[in-house]
């Protein structure tokens, strides 16, 4: 499990201006998954998963290329 938390922006359309005001965002939750549940109005959106802490979890990984 990840320190993870799930941000909604309201996306512009404007030239320069991609990510608006957040709409909603949800708890910031130790899990392996989050969510949040929102009514949204008609538009463009942005979701941005953020993850806290991933990179000090205490275990290692192996990676073979």
Request: charged share 15%; with cysteine; proline share 5%.
């Amino acid at each position: 499990p990840v320190d993870l938390c799930v941000l909604v922006l309201r996306s512009q359309e404007v030239p320069g201006q991609t990510v608006g005001a957040l709409v909603a965002n949800s708890r910031r939750q130790v899990r392996s998954f989050v969510g949040c549940s929102i009514m949204l109005e008609k538009g463009n959106y942005t979701l941005i998963p953020i993850g806290f802490s991933h990179w000090n979890t205490g275990k290692h990984f192996h990676l073979k290329v």
